[in-house]
């Protein structure tokens, strides 16, 4: 008889344990997301369903700043995510990422965008990876910036259906550092000893296990991607391939690669990030 009033003790012991918040497996590279509930669909919104071409043609009709009256519901699949899910729940709630249609070209700047039911974000993994599809709700708008650039935008928006939501794998595992090189957990600990947005003097070699790809921009041939140790995570800003030569393909820089970087560090506004140049050393990637 004991045995069994001591086995649900211990099962509830272990719930209550794993329930707790911890950093790591509430973070990038954790694969909990429920996707039982997929398709998540928010039924009672109204707006115009349009495409991401259609959106992106009305946002550069506008005059610049100029929001649209009306409300519009858009289909798309995730392309990069301009907020990093390091950030979220906070500093930020809300988020930013781009979308397009499955077989466009154009791509919608979804901008402080809430989730589902027009709630903010609470976890890390609630935040839509790159190839996720979803629909979003809200009014459109051209946002151009000091030097002229011309961005798509949808604003004033939240989540009405998730389609299908891409988690982050599980952690492999990553080995130690050499003896030139510094942990993901050493490089988020300097950059964050900073100032907000003041680069490190030092040059530092991290190296990390690739945990999910942010962006992958061929045009410009650099690659957002998330590192980490097992303990802490930190973000490769544009980084390039070895020798600071351009990445030419996705299949270059993908999730499990371990990886060395040689850059400098920064607290930008509670990110830990490289700043300037971020090129590879060292990559178990073959390609």
């Known amino acids: 008889m004991k045995k069994y009033i001591f086995v649900p003790a211990l099962l509830m012991a272990f719930v209550m344990f794993s329930c707790k918040e911890r950093a ?21 919104t109204s707006g115009i369903e349009i495409s991401v071409d259609s959106a992106v043609a009305i946002c550069n009709a506008l005059a610049d700043g100029a929001k649209t009256g009306e409300r519009y519901k858009i289909s798309g699949v995730v392309t990069a995510n301009s907020t990093s899910p390091i950030l979220v729940p906070n500093p930020y709630n809300n988020i930013n ?7 466009g070209t154009k791509e919608l700047t979804c ?15 609630d935040v839509p990876r790159v190839g996720s599809k979803l629909t979003v709700l809200g009014t459109l708008t051209k946002y151009v910036n000091s030097s002229g650039r011309v961005t798509p935008e949808l604003t004033d928006g939240f989540i009405v259906r998730i389609d299908k939501m891409v988690a982050p794998g599980p952690f492999p ?9 510094i942990s993901v957990s050493q490089a988020v600990e300097i950059a964050m000893s900073l100032a907000n947005r003041t680069p490190s003097s030092t040059t530092y070699n991290i190296m990390g296990v690739v945990t999910e790809i942010l962006e992958f921009n061929k045009a410009n041939g ?9 303990k ?24 499990n690669d371990t990886v060395t970087i040689k850059a400098k560090v ?13 090129p590879l050393l060292k990559t178990t990637n073959p390609n």
């Open 111 to 125: 901008y402080y965008t809430n989730n589902v039911n027009n709630r903010p974000f609470r976890r890390s993994n």
């Open 222 to 230: 650099n690659a957002t991607y998330i590192i980490s140790d097992g």
């Open 173 to 181: 595992g990553c080995p130690e550092p050499a003896e030139d090189e």
């Open 266 to 278: 920064q607290n930008y506004n509670s990110l830990p990030e490289t700043s300037g140049d971020a």
């Open 24 to 44: 790591y497996i509430d973070g990038p590279g954790d694969n909990s997301h429920n996707l039982d509930s997929i398709p998540v669909t928010i039924p009672d």
């Open 97 to 103: 990422f781009i979308i397009k249609d499955e077989s």
């Open 232 to 255: 802490k995570y930190f973000e490769v800003y544009r980084g390039k391939g070895i020798n600071n030569a351009n990445f030419t393909d996705a299949s270059q820089i993908l999730p």
